[in-house]
């Protein structure tokens, strides 16, 4: 499984094809992945999608399926996860929220739901998605949020990895920080940003992409501390780039600082404009100086 894996020029199943009387309802989730398997159900352990199915359906009084916007992994979060499902159930958004958050554990929660176009898929749909990955920089290991956040126990140079970031810009074979055992028939991808920022005691790496390959963001963070820690030069994340090789790059970063926090999709403008959390972070993060 993967931050998301992308197959190039795939067809949208589903789409104006619901049977009569059937509608299409979409929702944004928020949820704390420590206590799963990841997002995508599996038969040996808890998933997100396994909890939210059963929720839905109990709202609906009927078995259904859902699917996703980004399959994320074991530990890692959402503050802005969406996700779409197909009911002949007539329920408003409020209803949908309500019965759902009854019935979910937690550490997960529907923020906003609603009918949508039939057109609308959550995965395919969706122009880029932004993710969040947040490090508490500090000697000691934090005893607040441990599961939330990634401690960092040694100094970082933040200005070195903002330099490191702009390698990363633009469409470009990310091989380098793609994980074994990903599914995608290309390493392709188009990042439209990416920045370090500080929030307080907080370090926040962010970046924007049409899609990621496998682990993409944590192994981007893996290789972007070795620059913070002043064992690589910025420029190493060209050279990183241009090799193709992830034996080269750094260490998988730890999956519990991780949030998907934001989905784009231009043409369905009824998709909500949601703060982009965590929680803990101020929606608008102040550049370094």
């Known amino acids: 499984m993967s931050d998301w894996v992308y ?14 009387g059937t509608k299409r309802y979409a929702a944004v989730v928020q949820y704390d992945g420590s206590a799963f398997c990841g997002f995508q159900k599996q038969k040996h352990s808890p998933s997100v999608q ?12 009927q078995p259904l399926t859902l699917n996703c916007a980004g399959r994320t992994d074991t530990g890692v979060h959402a503050s802005h996860q969406v996700i779409h ?14 019965g759902a958050n009854s019935k979910l554990p937690d550490s997960i929660s529907l923020v906003w739901a609603d009918q949508v176009d039939a057109s609308f898929h959550a995965r395919f749909s969706a122009a880029s998605r932004t993710y969040r990955y947040v490090m508490a920089v500090s000697r000691a290991r934090p005893g607040i949020l441990a599961n ?11 200005v070195a990895m903002q330099e490191a970031c702009q390698y990363l810009l633009g469409e470009q074979d990310f091989s380098a920080f793609r994980g074994a055992g990903c599914q995608s028939l290309s390493p392709f991808r188009n990042v439209t940003s990416a920045n370090i920022y500080q929030a307080g005691q907080l370090l926040v790496f962010e970046v924007s992409a049409n899609a990621f390959v496998l682990h993409m963001v944590r192994n981007m963070v893996g290789s972007l501390l ?10 190493w994340i060209k050279q990183l780039l241009a090799a193709g090789d992830r034996n080269q790059s750094g260490a998988t970063a730890a999956p519990n600082g991780l949030y998907l926090v934001n989905v784009q999709y231009p043409e369905h403008p009824s998709m ?10 101020p ?3 102040n550049p370094l100086n």
């Open 7 to 20: 197959t190039p020029n795939c067809k949208i199943p589903e789409a104006y094809n619901l049977p009569e």
């Open 148 to 158: 939330a956040v990634t401690w960092v126990k040694f100094p970082v140079n933040p």
């Open 283 to 285: 929606d608008q993060l």
């Open 272 to 281: 909500p404009v949601l703060p982009v959390g965590p929680v803990f972070l």
């Open 226 to 235: 070795e620059v913070g820690f002043g064992r690589k030069q910025p420029s």
């Open 85 to 98: 499902f197909d009911s002949q159930a007539d329920r408003t958004g409020h209803n949908w929220i309500q």
């Open 50 to 61: 396994q909890a939210l199915e059963s929720a839905l359906s109990y709202v609906a009084d």
